[in-house]
């Protein structure tokens, strides 16, 4: 008797400290979030003005930074995100496990891991040695980051679709790229909006792809073949100017950065809410 | 003479291995046709093949012949679409559209005949009363199919296949995934659906198979051991598999 109830003892501390180590690791996570939220908001809201909507980087705005930002982010998405979930209806639909289907699975996820500094390089040796920094260059080098995150996302959340939900369309006579739209894709809304925002948060992000092409430009600019501010690069320029005045704009931009990438995850959700 | 549904010599592999072994069978205009059979039997893979729905997946196939009225289905010619809407299927569980009740039913509808909205309701209210569901969802057609209980999703389906007018109704264990009061609900609908259809239906419940239908396949390791009517069948079996199968049920 006295056997079982030390194990029951033990079994019941182990089960405990594991139980408060998932806490402490949980507290831990939330902590160092809201430690990068506290400070992005204590610093920049500290330059945080009407003006910087008014004015352009060169007055200590961010009118052309957002412009710039949002620009080509957004026709780096409508142009990814059509190719994305189009390959990934390929990787999931295609009858026969062909070569083609491993050989696109493959690349896409090597495309997936590539750093995005290299995807930058590479649009500026192929693109931008031959013409010169623009708006254009930077979106390609966008899409290049999104379209294998979107292809990853989408094909998994097309694979959850019921098989017998295809089939039962398709037992009605309805011809199969009918069934892929309006069943499978109606399935699978809400995780295809999610795949879509979650890369458009990441590339509305980065920097790296976009130092070598869009570059950097202090006036407001609508002309995609020239240079095109940015936020993620105007950080970076002006994170290493020794000007606290310059520094205090970076930090502003920065949580613009979070603002529009929460304000879209907010309207994804609203848009792909169930409507019953 | 030729019969109305006849099936000569079928075989069916799964890639190399063979699912389905000579199978011969007929089935008789507006009668009621069950299969029954242990599970892996082949039942479903047999109702598959009707409607060539197994054609979805890469190295399925089928050899042997499928006629509807002499007309053979297997051909490479066959408008598939137009197959599939003859002879129409409904799956073990509900499988409803992600879309409001009335689209459920006109999805397919819209796409085989050229109506006008008010020939759409028409037509809706006319399969949701055939389905036994008119009473139930009238007041909600425009809420999502998800939303009805279990049963209910089932005779949406089988509204949304009759909307189209099927000339056979395959029926894939419809009641496997349902509680009894619906099961029972959706046998009397088979009931009142014999008289203008021929049906086929894979069923593991042989006091269903009774109750329903008039003539009874039953399947073994991918063959037909023995079909009779399903009162013969029932209380004079003559293969000693067939006794076992019934009498331990």
Redo the contacts between chains.
């Keep these: 008797m006295s056997l079982l109830i030390k194990s029951s003892i033990t079994r019941r501390i182990k089960n405990q400290l594991f139980t408060l180590f998932c806490w402490l690791t949980a507290i831990v996570s939330i902590l160092v979030l809201l430690n990068i939220l506290f400070t992005l908001l204590a610093k920049g809201l500290h330059s945080f003005n009407i003006e910087i909507f008014t004015h352009d980087t060169r007055n200590l705005g961010l009118r052309n930074a957002m412009i710039g930002s949002l620009m080509m982010t957004g026709i780096a998405i409508i142009v990814s995100a059509p190719i994305a979930i189009l390959t990934a209806t390929f990787l999931v639909e295609s009858k026969k496990k062909s070569r083609l289907v491993t050989i696109t699975r493959f690349t896409n996820d090597i495309l997936l891991s590539t750093p995005s500094v290299i995807v930058g390089l590479f649009v500026y040796t192929i693109i931008v040695a031959n013409t010169r920094f623009s708006g254009f260059a930077g979106i390609i080098a966008l899409s290049i980051i999104a379209m294998p995150m979107i292809t990853r996302a989408s094909e998994d959340v097309l694979y959850l679709v019921s098989p017998m939900l295809k089939e039962a369309a398709i037992a009605l006579g309805i011809p199969r790229w009918r069934v892929i739209i309006m069943i499978t894709y109606r399935s699978a809304k809400t995780g295809l909006i999610t795949a879509v925002i979650l890369a458009t948060a990441r590339i509305m992000g980065e920097s790296a792809p976009l130092l070598f092409t869009s570059a950097k430009n202090s006036f407001l600019s609508f002309d995609l073949t020239r240079p095109l501010e940015s936020l993620p690069v105007m950080i970076f320029e002006n994170a290493m100017q020794p000007y606290p005045n310059l520094q205090s704009l970076a930090w502003t931009a920065a949580l613009m950065i979070t603002v529009f990438v929460l304000l879209m995850n907010l309207s994804a959700r609203w848009i792909a809410r169930d409507k019953t | 003479m030729s019969h109305y549904f006849e099936v000569k010599d079928l075989h069916f592999f799964y890639g190399k291995v063979a699912a389905l072994a000579k199978i011969d069978t007929t089935i008789e205009k507006n009668k009621t046709t069950a299969i029954i059979g242990p599970s892996g039997s082949g039942k479903s893979t047999l109702l598959r093949t009707f409607?060539r729905?197994y054609e979805?997946?890469?190295g399925q196939s089928a050899t042997g012949k499928i006629l509807l009225n002499g007309q053979s289905l297997l051909a490479s010619n066959i408008d598939i679409?137009?197959?599939?809407?003859k002879i129409?299927?409904v799956?073990?569980?509900p499988?409803p559209?992600?879309?409001s009740i009335f689209d459920n039913i006109t999805?397919?509808l819209k796409?085989?005949e050229n109506l006008t909205k008010s020939e759409l309701s028409n037509k809706v209210e006319e399969a949701l009363v055939q389905a036994a569901l008119w009473n139930e969802v009238k007041d909600k057609l425009h809420?999502?199919g998800?939303?009805l209980s279990g049963g209910q999703q089932q005779r949406l389906?089988i509204a949304?296949?009759l909307a189209?007018k099927p000339d056979i109704l395959?029926l894939d264990e419809p009641t496997s995934a349902l509680d009894p009061l619906s099961t029972g609900k959706i046998e009397d609908l088979i009931h009142e659906l014999k008289k203008e259809y021929t049906i086929i239906m894979v069923t593991h419940n042989l006091r269903q198979a009774q109750r329903i239908s008039d003539k009874t396949i039953f399947m073994a390791d991918g063959k037909i051991v023995e079909q009779a009517d399903t009162h013969t069948l029932f209380t004079q079996p003559k293969d000693p598999q067939t006794i076992h199968y019934i009498g331990n049920e």
């Design positions: 409607n729905i979805l997946y890469a679409n137009q197959l599939r809407k129409s299927m799956f073990q569980k499988t559209f992600p879309m999805f397919a796409l085989h809420s999502a998800t939303s389906c949304r296949t189209i395959l």
